[in-house]
């Protein structure tokens, strides 16, 4: 079965330091991948996507994902974090074979301290 | 500006009634999806369409109702049978089913008092 693991439900960083927001999939197909933000009582707002180009992939905001196939892993990272970077990240796999059934992780909250 | 549009943002239901929340996208996108949003559980997919006059169950599609006669309106009904409707919802669409990003509505909250 497909699915999405967030492995923090939450995340906490200063200001300027950097984040890493860990995500691992299992997937029978060769997934699409994706990392949404989502700020409160919002939608949801794509910050990258992976589909099998590039591994390492840069998205909005200085944030940054690598696709690791042998560890099964699509980690979040930004280098320094902006107070504005806190909000619900989500980590979602694609199925193209269902649908497109986007599957999610159950989500990180990051927060940044001033 | 092209998107995805939810209305309305705040709803409120009594008990027994049915709501329908509306999703209208003007991408000219195939696939529409609705998604429930609850604290902790991240989202799960109610109802998805890949084509006008079709769609198919989601995950959790007890007590939900939808309809896709026209390509960019995809509404959805909670019905009395729902057996807790209070949640966010979410509709989302892409261009295709295939590799491309969803994109999101702003989202309705609906609240049963």
């Known amino acids: 079965a497909q699915s999405v693991t967030q492995l923090d439900s939450h995340v906490s960083v200063s200001e300027g330091t950097p984040v890493l927001l860990r995500c691992n999939y299992s997937s029978s197909y060769s997934p699409s991948l994706f990392w949404y933000v989502q700020h409160p009582n919002k939608g949801l707002q794509l910050l990258l996507k992976?589909?099998?180009?590039?591994?390492l992939v840069k998205g909005i905001n200085g944030f940054e994902a690598e696709f690791k196939k042998s560890e099964t892993s699509f980690h979040l990272t930004k280098p320094s974090a902006h107070m504005s970077d806190a909000a619900e990240y989500f980590c979602?796999?694609?199925?193209?074979?269902?649908?497109?059934?986007?599957?999610f992780g159950q989500g990180t909250e990051l927060s940044v301290k001033p | 500006d092209g998107g995805i549009t939810q209305s309305p943002k705040y709803l409120f239901r009594k008990e027994g009634q049915n709501v329908t929340l509306s999703c209208e996208q003007n991408l000219n996108h195939d696939a529409m999806y609705w998604y429930r949003q609850d604290p902790g559980q991240g989202l799960r997919l109610i109802y998805y369409?890949?084509?006008?006059?079709?769609?198919q169950k989601g995950d959790i599609a007890e007590g939900y109702s939808v309809s896709r006669e026209k390509k960019e309106s995809f509404p959805l009904t909670v019905t009395s049978a729902q057996k807790n409707p209070t949640a966010f919802y979410l509709c989302?669409?892409?261009?295709?089913?295939?590799?491309?990003?969803?994109?999101f509505g702003q989202g309705t909250r609906l609240t049963v008092v």
């Open positions: 989302a669409s892409s261009i295709d089913q295939g590799w491309t990003e969803a994109f």
């Open positions: 992976y589909t099998s180009a590039a591994t």
């Open positions: 369409s890949q084509i006008v006059n079709d769609f």
């Open positions: 979602v796999v694609r199925l193209s074979n269902q649908g497109g059934k986007l599957i």
